[in-house]
C-alpha cells in the first residue's frame, strides 16, 4: 500500500467522485455564522432547495455582535437584519443555532472543537478562512466561498482540487515565554503569506507536539495567513483527551471506535511531501508584526527592517508602503513603539489558555496610562464563564482592562468595537491588514502574553521581562 | 452564472502586492445581505477620501484622485493588473461581487489567493495568472498607452495585446467548462445525487460518530 499523509488519508476518507483533477468531496460538518451565509440561504429559498443535512449544520452570530451588553439588543439596524436573518434562516431550515443569548454562543472557530462539534478526521467547511482553525485535530478543515456554502447546503459536497502536501517541522526545544502564536508567526515570517498557496500544510515536530490542543488551534488558525487553506497536525493522546465528556463527542462504546479510528490520523512514516520546511525551535524568540502583513514580522529584540535591504523591488514598495502606512521607520526598536490599544481576543487567542497567560501577566499590575483601552474579549460565552470561575476577569479588570462579551470584536471591527485613524494597537488576533481594526488603524500582531505586558508597559516589551 | 467566452476590455494597473479582500471590500459592506451593489464600494478605503458606510450616497463623496480606479484614462475598465497574492485575506465572496458589481470581468496577476481563485471562478469572473516577467512588462505598457486593452478568449486561454502579441495561460477543465456553459455548480452535483446518497450511508456505518448529532 502507498504511504499516505494525514492529508491525503482525510481526502481519500472523503472522496464521492473523482472526474479529471476536479473532485467532489463529502462534508461532515459545516459552520455557519451571519456574514457569509444570507446571500447562500436565499440561493436556496430561491431556487426552492432545502439543505442537504441540516443537522451537520451548527450556526451562530458572531462577527457583527456588540461585546458591551448582555443581552441580544444589537443597535446598529444594518447588523441587526443580518443576525435576525440568521435566525430566521435557521428556524427554517431547521437548522442549529447559538443565539445571542445563548451561553454556548462566541467565535465559530471557538465553538465548534469546545462543543466537539468538530472532531478529528472530520472534513470541516465554514464560509470564513479561520476554518483553518480545525486542522488542529486532524481534521480537514477549510474556508470557503458563499457560493462554496450554498452548495455544501445543498448537496453536503463541495467542489474541490486536491492541494500538494507541505510539511513544516519545528524540532527542538523553544525558549520560556515563546508561544504557539510566536511560533506561528515566524513560520509565516519563513515561508511568506503566499509560502503556502496551493498547499495543504501539516505542522509537526517535537514543537507541535509539546502544544496543547489549544496552542495547536492558534498555529493552524493561521496557516491562512501563510496562502494555505488547510493546515493540520496528526491525532495524539493530547487531541483524544481534548473531546472526552465533550457535548457533540461520541460516548460509551462509540468513543472507543471513534478512538480505533483516529489514531490512525497521522501521517505514514513514509509518506512523501511536494515541500518541507523545518524550522529550528530554539531560534524563535517573542514576534511582533511591525508592517500591514503578517510577513512583515520580528522579534521583540530587533529593529524595524530597511526596505533597501530588500532585493525584490515589489516587495521593497510594499515596505515602504507599510511603514508609511503604520507610521513607523526603519531602524526603530520594536522595544521603542508605543501603543494606544490593546486587544485581547479572536479565534486565535481568546481560549481559556490564553486568557491565563494574559492575566499571569496581568496580575497585580496596572495597564499604563497612555494606554486608551485595553480590551479582553473571550471566544465563547463558556470561555468567559470559566474564567470568571477562576477570577481571571477580576485580574483583568482590577489592571484596567475591560472585560468583554464573546465575539470577533475587534478583530474585524465590525461591531463597535474599532480603532480611530492613526491609533495603535497591539492584537492577539491574525490579520494586520490595512484598515482591519477600523480605518486608518495600525494592528500589532502579538502573543496574549505580549499583548498584556504591552498593556502594562505602554510599548513592547518581552513579556517575560515586566 | 454568466457565461464567459471572450471579451476585450481597458486594463487597469492596481500595482500592489498582497491586495486583501479587506481592501477590495471593507468590512463595514458585509453587513449587507444581498450580493449586488457592492460596486460603489470596491476600494472604498483607497478610492474615497472619507470613511464610507453602508447607505451613504457614493456619489457625492470625495474622491481619492490619486487612485487609479478614479483616473479619466481607466474609466470603463474590465480587467484588472495586479500582483502577487491577490485576493488574500477573509473568504468573502463580497469581494468577487464587488469586482464584478464595478464591471470588471476577468484580473491577470502572478498569483492568486487560493479562495478568491475560487471565488473568481464561481461569479463568472475569469482569473489568470501569468509569469512576473509577462506582468512587469504589461505594467508598464499600460502605464505608457493610454487605452491599453487586452482580448481576453477563454476557449483557446489565449491573451491577445494591442500589438498582436498572443499570452497562452492554464485553466483548470472542469472550471473552463463551466465558465464556458455559464453551468451552476448546484445543479451539475445534484445529478450525482445517487452516489452521494450511497457515501453517507457507508460513512454512517464506518464513522457513525459524524452523524449521532443528528436530532441533537
Ligand atoms: S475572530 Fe476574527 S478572524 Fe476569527 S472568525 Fe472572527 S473575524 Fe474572523
Redesign the pocket.
Known amino acids: 500500500m502507498n504511504a499516505k499523509t494525514l492529508y491525503d488519508k482525510l481526502w481519500d476518507e472523503h472522496l464521492v467522485d473523482d472526474e479529471g483533477g476536479t473532485s467532489l468531496i463529502y462534508i461532515d460538518r459545516h459552520l455557519v455564522?451571519e456574514v457569509t451565509s444570507p446571500q447562500a440561504f436565499e440561493g436556496l429559498h430561491l431556487s426552492n432547495r432545502k439543505p442537504w443535512r441540516p443537522a451537520s449544520m451548527l450556526a451562530v452570530p458572531?462577527?457583527n455582535v456588540p461585546t458591551t451588553v448582555d443581552s441580544a439588543e444589537v443597535d446598529d439596524p444594518v447588523s441587526r437584519l443580518q443576525i435576525q436573518t440568521l435566525d430566521q434562516n435557521c428556524t427554517h431550515f431547521g437548522v442549529m443555532e447559538f443565539g445571542m443569548s445563548d451561553p454556548r454562543q462566541g467565535?465559530?472557530?471557538v465553538i465548534g472543537p469546545e462543543q466537539g462539534a468538530t472532531l478529528p478526521g472530520m472534513t470541516v467547511v465554514c464560509g470564513?478562512?479561520?476554518t483553518s482553525t480545525h486542522g488542529a485535530f486532524g481534521a480537514l478543515a477549510f474556508g470557503i466561498g458563499t457560493s462554496e456554502v450554498e452548495h455544501v447546503m445543498a448537496t453536503q459536497c463541495l467542489i474541490a482540487q486536491k492541494s500538494r502536501n507541505m510539511r513544516i517541522r519545528i524540532e527542538g526545544d523553544v525558549r520560556p515565554g515563546v508561544s504557539a502564536k510566536d511560533v506561528v508567526l515566524a513560520i509565516i515570517g519563513e515561508i511568506g503569506t503566499a509560502g503556502g498557496t496551493g498547499y495543504a500544510i501539516e505542522f509537526a515536530g517535537s514543537v507541535i507536539r509539546s502544544l496543547s490542543m489549544e496552542g495547536r488551534m492558534t498555529v493552524c488558525?493561521m496557516t491562512i495567513e501563510a496562502g494555505a487553506r488547510a493546515g493540520m497536525i496528526a491525532v495524539d493522546q493530547v487531541t483524544i483527551d481534548y473531546f472526552r465528556g465533550r457535548p457533540f463527542a461520541p460516548a460509551g462504546e462509540m468513543w472507543d471506535r471513534a478512538v480505533d479510528r483516529w489514531t490512525e490520523l497521522h501521517s505514514d512514516e513514509e509518506a512523501r511531501f511536494d515541500r518541507e520546511v523545518m524550522i529550528d525551535g530554539s531560534t524563535i524568540h517573542p514576534q511582533v508584526t511591525w508592517g500591514t502583513s503578517p510577513e512583515m514580522v520580528v522579534s521583540i529584540n530587533d529593529c524595524i527592517p530597511d526596505p533597501g535591504d530588500e532585493s525584490d523591488p515589489v516587495k521593497q514598495e510594499g515596505m515602504r508602503n507599510a511603514l508609511s502606512y503604520m507610521g513607523l521607520e526603519s531602524g526603530t526598536a520594536m522595544q521603542d513603539v508605543f501603543l494606544d490599544h490593546v486587544f485581547i481576543?479572536?479565534?486565535?487567542n481568546?481560549r481559556i489558555e490564553d486568557l491565563r497567560e494574559a492575566a499571569r501577566i496581568a496580575r497585580g499590575r496596572k495597564v499604563a496610562d497612555s494606554i486608551k483601552q485595553a480590551l479582553v474579549v473571550p471566544?465563547s460565552g463558556l470561555v468567559k464563564r470559566q474564567a470568571e470561575s477562576e477570577g481571571l476577569h477580576q485580574i483583568f479588570i482590577d489592571a484596567g482592562f475591560q472585560w468583554r462579551n464573546p465575539?470577533?470584536?475587534m478583530?474585524?471591527a465590525?461591531n463597535a468595537d474599532r480603532l480611530q485613524p492613526g491609533e495603535r494597537c497591539a492584537s492577539t488576533?491574525?490579520?494586520n491588514f490595512e484598515g482591519r481594526q477600523g480605518q486608518g488603524g495600525r494592528t500589532h500582531l502579538v502573543s496574549p502574553a505580549m499583548a498584556a505586558a504591552a498593556a502594562i508597559a505602554g510599548h513592547f516589551t518581552d513579556p517575560e521581562s515586566v | 452564472m454568466e457565461k464567459f467566452i471572450e471579451m476585450e476590455g481597458i486594463v487597469m494597473p492596481l500595482d500592489r502586492a498582497n491586495v486583501d479582500t479587506d481592501a477590495i471590500i471593507p468590512k463595514q459592506f458585509l453587513k449587507s445581505i444581498k450580493r449586488s451593489g457592492f460596486g460603489p464600494n470596491l476600494f472604498d478605503e483607497w478610492r474615497y477620501l472619507d470613511h464610507g458606510e453602508p447607505g451613504m450616497d457614493n456619489a457625492s463623496r470625495p474622491l481619492n484622485n490619486a487612485f487609479v480606479l478614479n483616473q479619466e484614462r481607466y474609466q470603463g475598465a474590465q480587467i484588472l493588473l495586479a500582483r502577487d497574492n491577490f485576493g488574500c485575506g477573509?473568504s468573502r465572496e463580497h469581494a468577487p461581487w464587488a469586482l464584478l458589481d464595478y464591471g470588471f470581468r476577468c484580473i491577470v496577476a502572478p498569483s492568486f489567493a487560493d479562495i478568491f481563485f475560487n471565488n473568481c471562478f464561481k461569479n463568472g469572473i475569469l482569473p489568470v495568472v501569468l509569469n512576473n516577467k509577462v506582468i512587469d512588462d504589461l505594467f508598464v505598457r499600460v502605464e505608457n498607452e493610454p487605452g491599453f486593452s487586452m482580448k481576453l478568449n477563454l476557449p483557446d486561454q489565449k491573451v491577445v495585446l494591442p500589438d498582436g502579441t498572443v499570452l497562452d495561460f492554464e485553466v483548470d477543465a472542469f472550471r473552463k467548462d463551466a465558465m464556458l456553459q455559464g453551468l451552476d455548480d448546484i445543479g451539475m452535483t445534484m445529478q450525482k445525487a445517487d452516489k452521494i446518497r450511497q457515501f453517507e450511508l457507508d460513512r454512517s456505518k464506518a464513522a457513525p460518530w459524524v452523524f449521532q448529532y443528528e436530532g441533537m
Not at chain 1, 481576543?345 to 486565535?348: E, F, I, L, M, V
Open positions: 455564522h458572531d462577527h467565535i465559530v472557530h470564513d478562512s479561520h488558525n481576543g479572536s479565534c486565535t481568546s471566544g465575539g470577533c470584536s478583530c474585524l465590525m488576533s491574525n490579520r | 477573509s
